[in-house]
């Protein structure tokens, strides 16, 4: 059984720091792409970063490009979302998520992904 489950957010301030955690079970990285989505109140779900099965790409949506990292402890069946200099634009429940065959063109879509963790609430204040 896949699952995931996502913690680590809260409240910080725009500028601040905040480092997402995923733990995962049931499936191997090397086989599965996992995806960190983000949803504001009335916006549609948001690929923010995504890491290819294998780990061996990476993909960032242009908005957190050069402040979030996208990284993975194997030992720890975790993958992890470091966001830095954290804007108030980035207050939203973010997901993340596995996929089985997720080619890299499609990383960034929720659609190209089968399990869900459930969201964690990130919220900035300015």
């Known amino acids: 059984d896949v699952q995931l489950q996502a913690f680590g957010g809260g409240l910080v301030q725009a500028g601040g720091s905040l480092r997402l955690s995923c733990a995962a079970s049931?499936?191997?990285?090397?086989?599965?792409?996992i995806g960190w989505f983000r949803q504001a109140p009335g916006r549609e779900r948001e690929g923010v970063s995504c890491?290819?099965?294998?780990?061996?790409?990476?993909y960032y949506s242009d908005s957190v490009k050069g402040r979030f990292t996208i990284s993975s402890d194997n030992a720890k069946n975790t993958i992890y979302l470091l966001m830095n200099s954290l804007r108030s634009e980035d207050t939203a429940v973010y997901y993340c998520?596995?996929?089985?065959?997720?080619?890299?063109?499609?990383?960034?879509?929720?659609?190209?992904?089968?399990?869900w963790g459930q969201g964690t609430q990130v919220t900035v204040s300015s």
């Open positions: 998520a596995a996929g089985g065959g997720v080619i890299l063109t499609s990383m960034r879509y929720s659609s190209a992904y089968d399990h």
């Open positions: 049931g499936f191997s990285f090397d086989d599965y792409a």
């Open positions: 890491i290819s099965a294998g780990e061996r790409s990476t």
